[in-house]
């Protein structure tokens, strides 16, 4: 059972405009939502995160959206820019005795176009 | 800091080999995790530790993985027998305990390919 789902492999688009990364979960626990990056070669890189207690945390041109009811989160990036072409993880933490422990979901390939 | 740092990245063996990977975390960082990556499972975690102790190893696919943390700032992963089906990108993390919003920091792998 995936607890975590990026249900699009891939992504395309232009550069200028927005890219919106999915990510669906299954486990109410989930209190902590993350998103990394992943260049070719490298391991996955922190960008932003979420608490379940907020619905939107914005840092630069990333802004991170949850809505609980639906067991849903996105990744919005304004402007895209072609560095920011990569693999984007989405990962879900809990609390207790599962705090501090990430299930991570497939990824999404995104490629900005110059 | 340079980071969390594994060595090696490349390692290619022999099916039946033992291979030990390891791993440095970050100075102050006081959990450790070792996840595993292919196509077919993506990024699964294999187990992590807190402050030095496994705390979860219930990814450990059998009794040919150990993992062991002597000390704060070292970690090995250790496969024997090995077997093609373990070819993979095998990443350690590090963070703060129980540090849920910080996320971990990834070293950039060690790929290992069992022939």
């Known amino acids: 059972d995936q607890q975590v789902k990026q249900n699009s492999p891939s992504l395309s688009v232009q550069e200028g405009r927005i890219s919106i990364l999915n990510c669906d979960y299954t486990?109410?626990?989930?209190?902590?939502f993350l998103w990394y990056k992943k260049y070719p070669a490298e391991g996955p890189t922190f960008l932003i995160s979420?608490?379940?207690?907020?619905d939107k945390n914005e840092d630069g041109r990333f802004t991170v959206f949850l809505n609980k009811s639906a067991k849903h989160l996105s990744l919005h990036i304004v402007p895209s820019q072609p560095g920011d072409s990569a693999v984007y993880f989405c990962a879900a933490s809990g609390s207790g005795t599962n705090a501090g422990k990430s299930t991570f979901g497939d990824g999404t390939t995104l490629t900005v176009k110059p | 800091d340079a980071g969390v740092i594994q060595s090696p990245r490349h390692e290619v063996t022999e099916m039946g080999q033992e291979v030990t990977l390891r791993c440095k975390p970050i100075?102050?960082?006081?959990?450790l995790f070792w996840y595993r990556q292919t196509m077919m499972r993506g990024l699964e975690l294999l187990i992590y530790?807190?402050?030095?102790?496994?705390?979860?190893d219930s990814g450990m696919p059998e009794d040919r993985f150990s993992a062991k943390m002597p000390n704060a700032s070292f970690s090995t992963l250790k496969i024997q027998p090995s077997e093609p089906r373990d070819s993979a990108v095998y990443f350690c993390?590090?963070?703060?305990?129980?540090?849920?919003?910080?996320?971990?920091?990834f070293g950039s792998g060690t790929r290992l390919t069992v022939v």
């Open positions: 530790f807190n402050n030095n102790v496994p705390i979860d």
């Open positions: 100075s102050g960082h006081n959990s």
């Open positions: 993390a590090s963070s703060l305990a129980r540090s849920n919003l910080y996320g971990y920091t």
């Open positions: 486990n109410s626990m989930f209190d902590y």
């Open positions: 979420i608490s379940s207690i907020k």
